[in-house]
């Protein structure tokens, strides 16, 4: 008997992004998160990955972006209306691309910045710092030192752990190897593991790359041009000969092609919209 999947703590439904008045950055999109799974979301530079996210937390008006159309509903209640720093507060931690750490303050304090988000929220626990540095060690090291003084690594381990003072049910993860050795990005990632597996925490992960993402993730979707071109459990993503194709970027001769240059993708009429 095949087990169901869990009920979705996220669920994005025909959304379109417009910037500008005039830009459409996506373009009917669809996606869900199961409770307690990671779902990677991939594509390359510019497909609307990171407006993806931008929409779930509501963060678009700051870049002249709108929601046109579509819902996205968080816990089974619409967000439409949700300010973000109301949405953190429910349980939605967006770690944005680029860190965005307070580099004039201590480690210590950016982690203290972020006990804002459990102001009046009922039943949250004490923020609990130790969680954050036996997940993240170095910082514990470094946690008297300036943020703007750490590396690249070490910014990214804080502003994972600001997310997890806030206590999220859900973590927005944008693109959290960008920048980083690969030694570093296989540490990042298994702590990301790790976190779902030990906290149940949800997370949708968006990142350019493929193999490490699906390593971690439970499922995926591709998009190109604003929209999902596939999607499915990450072991058939990862084993998709057209998925591989597409992710090498290398046609006849090395040029780079679209998914849908793929001959299987314009059969399979089920991945046209």
């Known amino acids: ?11 994005v439904n025909n959304i379109e992004v417009i910037y500008n008045k005039v830009v459409q950055a996506l373009r009917g999109l669809s996606l869900a998160v199961p409770r307690g799974q990671i779902v990677a979301l991939l594509g390359s530079n510019g497909a609307g990955k990171s407006t993806t996210l931008k929409a779930i937390s509501n963060l678009l008006t700051l870049e002249d972006g709108l929601l046109a159309s579509g819902s996205i509903r968080f816990n089974g209640q619409g967000t439409a209306a949700i300010a973000p720093q109301q949405l953190v507060r429910r349980g939605l931690s967006h770690v944005m691309e680029g860190r965005r750490v307070f580099e004039d303050l201590t480690v210590e304090e950016n982690l203290i910045a972020s006990t804002y988000a459990l102001t009046g929220r009922p039943g949250a626990a004490p923020p609990d710092f130790d969680l954050v540095y036996g997940y993240f060690p170095r910082l514990f090291e470094r946690r008297k030192g300036l943020a703007g003084y750490l590396s690249g690594g070490e910014q990214q381990m804080l502003a994972i ?26 540490d990042i990632f298994g702590i990301i593991a790790r976190i779902n597996a030990e906290r149940g925490t949800s ?3 968006v990142e350019q790359n493929a193999t490490v993402a699906l390593a971690v993730a439970h499922s995926g979707y591709i998009m190109e041009n604003g929209k999902i071109v596939i999607d499915g459990t990450a072991e058939r993503l990862a084993s998709d000969p057209d998925v591989r194709e597409f992710y090498l970027g290398l046609a006849g001769g090395g040029e780079a092609k679209s998914f849908k240059d793929i001959k299987h993708y314009k059969r399979r009429k089920r991945w046209l919209s």
């Open 1 to 11: 008997m095949t087990t169901a999947p869990p009920a979705p703590i996220l669920e």
């Open 203 to 205: 997370m949708l992960l």
């Open 161 to 186: 752990g600001r997310a997890l003072i806030a206590q999220p049910q859900l973590m927005l993860l944008d693109e959290p190897s960008l920048g980083l050795s690969p030694k570093l990005t296989e």
